[in-house]
């Protein structure tokens, strides 16, 4: 990774969108025949850095053709309205249950702000700017785009959240898959290759939907999965194998805490050690303190995610 970007093969380059500090989260910008397309745009706050990728690789802001979002959680959308305001020619693309929190982010905001406070969702995401309805497209299950050429396939892969697509750039085998096939952050690489763990964050993770579109992803026979955190991975068998264990741990744990009153401090004590003891197994070069503090992050939205789901299997 150099200051601000990476470039790989296929006219594909993963850009560091500078969330919360470097190496969370990144926006991949695909090139084809003098055309753009983004996928996942970083916060408001990351425009200043695709302004300066961009600078960098000649691109002019009448390229972009394209912004697609995977899914409308702010570090992957929040930055769509500005990303729009700033690339007159583009569309957005989205998901259906994404199109209407893209056209009026009020309830997106509200969610936020309710989480975090208003001073600290304005420092994490910026002004969530509302994206005008006529430049949406809506891309439903099997939907195709034709980017200059290159088919780029959409697939309903629900289970991280209900309004998740993933894209397949047929022509090369590349997945961008957003959260759908979880995260593997570079800081834990080691001989072992990249360690890959799930995201089950609120308020909509469903478990078994996250299992079968991790394995719908898996039937494209992708050469290349591009997560949103963070970057390209080869996705091979023991990898994913690896990451449906994990789902599947963590799931285990929340079902053993169902009727305890204190359920979601116990989870993500008992999420938090077992991702610490599966990452220190992987063989990383980062000191015990150093994995917490990456871990610590996910480990609580990965507990607040399954607490909810926990508090709606009840209900149902």
């Not at 745009?41 to 697609?68: E, F």
């Not at 050429?149 to 289970?159: A, H, K, N, S, V």
């Not at 579109?213 to 898996?218: K, P, V, W």
Request: with cysteine; proline share 4%.
């Amino acid at each position: 990774m150099t200051a601000q970007f990476v470039d790989f093969n296929d006219g594909i380059t993963t850009i560091d969108a500078q969330f919360i500090e470097p190496g969370i989260a990144s926006i991949h910008l695909i090139e084809q025949d003098g055309h753009v397309a983004f996928v996942d745009t970083g916060t408001t706050h990351s425009l200043p850095v695709i302004r300066k990728v961009m600078q960098a690789k000649n691109i002019s802001a009448d390229r972009v053709t394209y912004v697609i979002v995977t899914h409308v959680h702010l570090d992957h959308a929040g930055g769509a309205g500005a990303m729009m305001l700033e690339f007159p020619h583009a569309n957005l693309v989205v998901h259906p249950l994404g199109a209407r929190h893209m056209i009026d982010p009020t309830k997106l905001i509200a969610g936020t702000i309710q989480v975090y406070g208003a001073d600290k969702a304005r420092q994490l995401y910026g002004e969530i700017v509302p994206v005008d309805k006529s430049r949406l497209i809506i891309a439903e299950d099997g939907f195709q785009l034709d980017f200059c050429g290159r088919r780029l396939r959409f697939i309903d892969t629900p289970g991280h959240a209900r309004h998740h697509f993933s894209m397949l750039d047929e022509q090369f085998a590349n997945v961008f898959a957003g959260d759908t096939m979880g995260i593997s952050y570079r800081a834990f690489d080691s001989d072992h290759g990249p360690f890959l763990f799930p995201t089950t964050s609120p308020v909509q993770c469903e478990p078994d939907m996250l299992h079968r579109s991790i394995d719908r992803i898996m039937q494209t026979e992708p050469r290349a999965v591009f997560l949103t955190h963070f970057g390209r991975i080869t996705p091979t068998a023991r990898l994913i194998d690896g990451l449906h264990r994990r789902l599947t741990a963590i799931v285990d744990m929340a079902l053993g805490l169902e009727s305890q009153p204190d359920r979601e401090s116990r989870l993500i004590h008992l999420i938090g050690e077992y991702l610490f003891q599966e990452a220190t197994q992987h063989g990383t070069s980062l000191t015990d303190e150093q994995i917490r503090r990456h871990l610590a992050m996910d480990t609580t939205l990965n507990a607040q995610g399954l607490n909810v789901w926990l508090q709606r299997r009840k209900r149902h």
